[in-house]
């Protein structure tokens, strides 16, 4: 479908995290994938940012607060997932609602939902502990997905449970019955293909995010919609190898290519379409990234001699702690800013977000050995008790990014925050348009 330029003051918005279109024209020369065929065959544009350094402003995270605040990263200040509420820039959902619109955001990054009018539907991400979902029930589906996100090196069954239940009680309404049946067939079908494991997951909660999405939309038929999909992302910093294509990426592009079809077939008359990724990852196979991540997150805390503090764990080897006291989050730091390897690297980076929260990151990259120890001041702790390797990096963030579009101007090169000028401009442009006619 071809839309016109601004012929209605509509906008669906696709951020496709990290995608890099040279996966996809591998993929798409390897498999049947006419739907991101579809996506390639899209006017494009290229986007960059001034952040140089993963882990400190080269981050989804970062970028997206830019996107849909229109603020570089050194104006916006936001560096950490799961800070919501600690953003005070209006997000382009909340100035899009204060001018009437309607709008409906899913699965968005580090975004608030704020208090702006005109919301038809809001999912946050699974790590912006700060946020709920509306309406109500949407946080039945979120459950399972925060759960598993955030604990899926070592499970708690009774909490892994609970959730499932809350997930099972979203379904149980006859209307959701095509979107579970769908799921279930699309869950067996992976069995075969990749096996099951946290990303197969990750994959399927994406797929169930566009069913659910792309229904909502037809029952409100918003001005703006966003929706957020992250599974091609984590693939890519595991499973991109060299070679013929891996059986996790092969799933994930087949789903991939799936939900692309469904958003591209679901616009309304009238609708622009933008589809971005804030940034893209290149290839690191054999650089040696090394990426490890807390086996029990309060468990790994508690090692290390850290008391009265309660975690929410990123999305990998970072987390934030929160206290009761001050004084519990001082010593915290003391704590983990003298935890050295064997060799007296630091192994934590540790900053103080506010008097009583932290956030603390591994700071460094290379492989360890299994008998490594942390020294610190609670004495030798086995680092292979609290942290697990997950893997080595196929996959790592880059400056460029890309944007593919229809019925929306965009220009050929911009920095990423200047998206948001873009999407504003876009309804802008509708009335002043409609009234020269």
Excluded at 49 to 75: A, F, M, Y
Excluded at 392 to 401: D, F, L, P, V, W
Excluded at 408 to 420: A, C, D, K, T
Aim: net charge negative; glycine share 8%; aromatic share 10%.
């Amino acid at each position: 479908m071809t839309v016109g330029m601004n012929t209605s003051p509509r906008l669906l918005v696709v951020e496709f995290n990290e995608v890099s279109p040279l996966l996809f024209e591998q993929a798409a020369g390897e498999m049947p994938l006419p739907n991101l065929q579809r996506l390639l065959a899209l006017s494009r544009a290229q986007t960059t940012t001034d952040d140089d350094t993963e882990h400190q402003g080269l981050d989804p995270w970062v970028q997206w607060v830019g996107v849909h605040t229109g603020r570089p990263t050194s104006e916006h200040g936001i560096r950490r997932l799961g800070l919501t509420t600690g953003q005070t820039d209006q997000q382009i959902w909340q100035e899009l609602g204060r001018q009437g619109r309607h709008w409906g955001v899913w699965g968005v990054m580090n975004g608030p939902k704020g208090v702006a009018p005109g919301c038809d539907f809001f999912m946050p991400d699974p790590w912006s502990f700060e946020e709920r979902a509306y309406p109500e029930q949407l946080n039945d589906l979120l459950a399972l997905p925060r759960y598993s996100a955030t604990n899926y090196l070592e499970i708690d069954r009774k909490a892994a449970l609970t959730a499932a239940m809350r997930l099972v009680r979203y379904f149980l309404p006859p209307t959701r019955w095509p979107t579970a049946m769908r799921t279930m067939i699309k869950l067996l079908r992976s069995l075969g293909d990749a096996g099951t494991n946290v990303h197969t997951f990750s994959t399927l909660f994406d797929y169930v995010s566009v069913l659910v999405f792309t229904e909502l939309r037809r029952r409100h038929r918003p001005d703006f919609s966003l929706i957020f999909l992250n599974h091609i992302a984590h693939l890519q910093h595991q499973f991109w190898k060299k070679g013929p294509l891996d059986p996790n990426m092969r799933f994930g592009l087949r789903v991939a290519d799936e939900v692309i079809g469904l958003l591209l077939d679901t616009r309304q008359p009238g609708e622009a379409i933008m589809v971005a990724n804030g940034m893209r990852q290149r290839n690191v196979v054999g650089e040696g990234f090394y990426v490890y991540r807390q086996i029990n997150p309060q468990r790994a805390i508690n090692g290390l001699g850290i008391v009265g503090g309660r975690v929410e764990q990123c999305m990998t080897h970072d987390a934030h702690i929160l206290f009761d006291e001050p004084a519990n989050a001082d010593r915290a730091v003391e704590i983990l800013s003298a935890c050295r390897l064997p060799d007296g690297e630091p192994v934590f980076y540790v900053e103080r977000i506010n008097a009583t929260k932290l956030f603390y990151q591994l700071d460094f990259d290379h492989e360890v050995a299994a008998d490594t120890v942390i020294k610190g001041p609670a004495g030798d702790v086995p680092f292979a008790d609290l942290f697990e390797l997950v893997c080595a990096r196929t996959g790592a963030h880059e400056q460029r990014g890309d944007v593919f579009f229809d019925g929306i101007e965009v220009p050929p090169m911009l920095e990423n925050h200047q998206l948001f000028n873009v999407m504003m401009d876009h309804f802008n442009a509708v009335p002043a348009l409609m009234a020269a006619e």
